[in-house]
């Protein structure tokens, strides 16, 4: 047996960050006006094959940025799952915008992309799709019926680098792209994100809202209310490094994702993660499941169980049309998601970090099932 606790997630930080941080100290240059900040992002936006790339503080950032980036506020809606981190809902409250659910499609557990067409409304601004867990959200009718209708697309991609669909990078298939560079994600900067766009125009437009909106003319005197949301040049560095590696960290995932399956394949008592759709296959950010009805007891009592045994786990996200922050403001009075409630109740995730070796897999599947005897 391995070390207990087995932690939810451990990056792999054995790269270059250490050199290139040495760098940093060496040279003085520790904001975001050093070097590194532009490799990282001409980097990354190059793997994507997007025109752009700006980095930013973290990922929730890249939202409030990409909202206000394509002047969305009051009296606009913009279409969501409510299947989601907080972030994606609360960049498009504090605009002044209404945020619109779809429910989950229950296999993938990404937005169900049939919902869509029926919520479009006059006030429609963008569509804000987020590829869950590492599978991609079918784009191609996204896509459609965007165009069909005038309507922006905000792709958050904080649980897809370096992930396709139908061959084209995540991040590159809206208008905007957003990324996450926490540690628990494919890339990491420790806290960190990054905006993805092809359009020069909205590119310069993210970079003065990362920046306090200061004006190139006359610095303080600003038209725009901006953030300091800034990437110094120290994440970037350790951004740089773990970029280098993006491949090999998206084979050792798919590698855990694929263990994991076999070690849990027949077992009744959970749903596993797809393994691969027609357009894409699994990445696996992470490693979810979501216990069958026939288990009497719920996720929260099955992570409970399983950290009596050292296996740390974490639960799906909570619907946005149930957080309580939202409902005290009078959103989503008596809306019902039914798929996205059942598998908040339902579902959690194992250990799925870049560290994770596949003994430690192998010891969390054992005790996953041990719980369900
Ligand atoms: C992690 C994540 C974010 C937020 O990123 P932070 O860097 O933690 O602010 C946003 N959206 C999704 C889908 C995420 O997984």
Redesign the pocket.
Same mark, same amino acid.
């Given at each position: 047996m391995t070390p207990r606790p087995i932690p939810v997630n451990q990056p792999l930080l054995d790269g270059n960050e250490k050199r290139y941080l040495d760098e940093c100290i060496e040279t003085g240059w520790i904001s975001s006006e050093g070097p590194f900040v532009k490799r990282f992002e001409e980097g990354f936006a190059d793997r994507l094959g997007s025109g752009f790339g700006i980095a930013v503080c973290? %990922?929730?950032?890249a939202?409030d940025i990409a909202v206000a980036a394509l002047e969305i506020g009051p009296g606009d809606e913009v279409i969501m799952p409510t299947f989601?981190?907080i972030?994606?809902a609360a960049a498009v409250v504090r605009a002044g915008a209404r945020p619109v659910l779809v429910d989950v499609d229950p296999l993938t557990w990404n937005m169900d992309v049939a919902r869509l067409e029926d919520l479009v409304t006059p006030r429609t601004r963008a569509i804000m799709v987020?590829h869950?867990f590492g599978l991609p959200v079918d784009m191609d009718p996204v896509i459609e019926l965007a165009r069909r209708k005038g309507i922006r697309i905000i792709e958050?991609a904080?649980?897809a680098h370096g992930q396709t669909y139908r061959g084209r990078p995540c991040g590159t298939l809206g208008d905007i792209g957003?990324f996450?560079?926490?540690p628990n994600?494919h890339v990491t900067t420790g806290?960190? %994100?990054m905006l993805t766009t092809d359009d020069a125009q909205l590119a310069d437009r993210c970079r003065s809202l990362r920046n306090l909106c200061f004006k190139p003319e006359q610095r303080f005197v600003h038209d725009e209310l901006g953030w300091n949301y800034r990437m110094s040049n120290l994440q970037a560095a350790v951004g740089v490094a773990q970029l280098e590696r993006l491949d090999e960290f998206l084979a050792r995932k798919r590698r855990m994702g694929a263990h994991y399956q076999r070690l849990l394949a027949g077992l009744a008592e959970v749903q596993l993660p797809l393994p691969s759709t027609e357009y894409a296959e699994n990445a696996y950010w992470v490693f979810g499941v979501v216990l069958q009805d026939s288990i009497a007891f719920d996720a929260r009592s099955a992570m409970t169980r399983l950290a009596d045994l050292g296996i740390r786990t974490r639960p799906f996200f909570w619907p946005m049309h149930e957080q309580p922050v939202f409902r005290k403001r009078g959103l989503f009075a008596g809306q019902t998601l039914l798929h996205a409630e059942r598998i908040a109740r339902r579902g959690f995730y194992l250990p799925s970090g870049l560290a994770l070796t596949a003994q430690q897999v192998a010891e969390c599947a054992g005790a996953l099932r041990q719980i369900l005897q």
């Open positions: 973290n %990922g929730s950032a939202l989601t981190i972030s994606c987020v869950i958050d904080a649980q957003t996450s560079f926490y994600k806290e960190g %994100g």
